[in-house]
């Protein structure tokens, strides 16, 4: 990928890199899992977002690397390191926003903290949305335009049209 960045970088393209979990497919990986828990792995983030710096990217983001790691690398490079799931010590933070406010229920990554719980409340309104869009009462005169003029008596099919 340092080719790619680097010939994308050159043609004037800011790059935000990714170390880790997104070097692979997630098949490959087993799905989302700690990256970087043991030496060898550790080592080779590490040298991806040194790789990644040099190629010109503007940052990297870390995402689901142990803390101390992250740590490491935000310490070790001077491009700003972005975390998911990657602990407190990265220049930035991301969260899904989806996850973040409880968009939908099932899987929660371990990192994630929830500040709210609107899939219920999105779920509970469009079921009652469809629920009146099936028995006719939405849209209501409240929800409809009406017409100006000689139009808001006569029924519209009567009205004189002239084609261009």
């Known amino acids: 990928m340092v ?3 680097e010939t994308l970088v050159s043609a004037g393209v800011p790059v935000l890199g990714m170390s880790a979990l997104r070097r692979r497919p997630l098949p490959a990986l087993g799905g989302y899992r700690l990256q970087g828990k043991d030496e060898a792995q550790a080592r080779k983030i590490l040298e991806d977002a040194a790789a990644l710096e040099a190629a010109g990217c503007w940052g990297v ?6 803390a101390p790691l992250a740590k490491l690398i935000t310490e070790r490079i001077a491009i700003p390191t972005i975390g998911i799931g990657a602990g407190p010590d990265c220049d930035g933070q991301v969260l899904v926003f989806h996850d973040m406010v409880g968009l939908f229920s099932g899987f929660t990554p371990t990192f994630v903290k929830r500040y709210a719980e609107v899939g219920d409340t999105i779920r509970d309104a469009v079921g009652r949305y469809a629920a009146e869009v099936r028995s006719g009462a939405f849209p209501a005169g409240g929800q409809s335009f009406g017409m100006k003029g000689r139009c808001r008596q006569a029924p ?3 009205l004189a049209v002239r084609k261009r």
């Open 156 to 158: 519209v099919r009567e």
């Open 3 to 5: 080719t790619v960045v």
């Open 61 to 66: 983001v870390l995402e689901l690397v142990p």
